[in-house]
C-alpha cells in the first residue's frame, strides 16, 4: 500500500511538471489578416467575359474570433463561410459554403447556384489596384471573379 501511494505521488508530479507544446498552425497569421486588405465589403462586378450581372451580390471578408470569415448576398440569399487564406501565396479556399434557403425565381436561383459553385472553386486572388479584387477559379480554367471595393 505503501508502495501505491508513492508511485501516485511520483506520477502526479511526473504529469504535473509536464508543459503543454504549443502548435503554431501552418495557415496564414491572423494578426496579419487583420490588417489585411481584404477585409471589408466587396461589390460582385462580374465574370471574366465582362458580363455584368442584373444582381446587387456582395462580400465581405471578416476576421471573427481568429477565424476568417466571408458572408454576402448572392441574387436570392445570404451565404456564409469560413475560409484558408494564406497572404504570402495569395491563396484561398473556401471549403464549405452555407446560404439560407429563401425562394427565388428561376432565372436568380440559376444565377445564384452559377455564383456558390464558382466560391466553392476558388484558387487565388490578386488586387489589379486598391478598389478592385479578382478571384480566380480553379475551374472553369481561367474564369475569374471581379469585385469593386464598398
Same mark, same amino acid.
Given at each position: 500500500m505503501?508502495?501505491?501511494?508513492?508511485?501516485?505521488?511520483?506520477?502526479?508530479?511526473?504529469?504535473?511538471?509536464?508543459?503543454?507544446?504549443?502548435?503554431?498552425?501552418?495557415?496564414?497569421?491572423?494578426?496579419a489578416l487583420r490588417a489585411s486588405t481584404l477585409l471589408g465589403q466587396w461589390k &460582385? @462586378?462580374?465574370?471574366? #467575359?465582362?458580363? $455584368?450581372?442584373?444582381?446587387?451580390? %456582395?462580400?465581405? &471578408? @471578416?476576421?471573427?474570433? #481568429?477565424?476568417? $470569415?466571408?458572408?454576402?448576398?448572392? %441574387?436570392?440569399n445570404f451565404y456564409f463561410a469560413e475560409t484558408e487564406i494564406d497572404e504570402s501565396r495569395k491563396t484561398i479556399k473556401i471549403p464549405v459554403l452555407g446560404s439560407t434557403k429563401i425562394a427565388g425565381t428561376p432565372e436568380a436561383n440559376a444565377f445564384e447556384m452559377t455564383y456558390y459553385e464558382s466560391l466553392r472553386n476558388v484558387e487565388r486572388y490578386e488586387f489589379k489596384d486598391k478598389n478592385t479584387l479578382v478571384i480566380y477559379l480553379s475551374k472553369p480554367a481561367n474564369e475569374a471573379l471581379y469585385f469593386e471595393k464598398k
Open positions: 505503501k508502495k501505491l501511494i508513492i508511485w501516485l505521488m511520483t506520477s502526479s508530479l511526473f504529469l504535473a511538471s509536464c508543459e503543454s507544446e504549443k502548435i503554431d498552425t501552418p495557415s496564414a497569421s491572423y494578426d &460582385f @462586378k462580374g465574370y471574366t #467575359d465582362g458580363k $455584368t450581372p442584373k444582381y446587387d451580390v %456582395s462580400l465581405e &471578408f @471578416k476576421n471573427e474570433e #481568429d477565424k476568417l $470569415t466571408i458572408n454576402g448576398r448572392s %441574387s436570392v
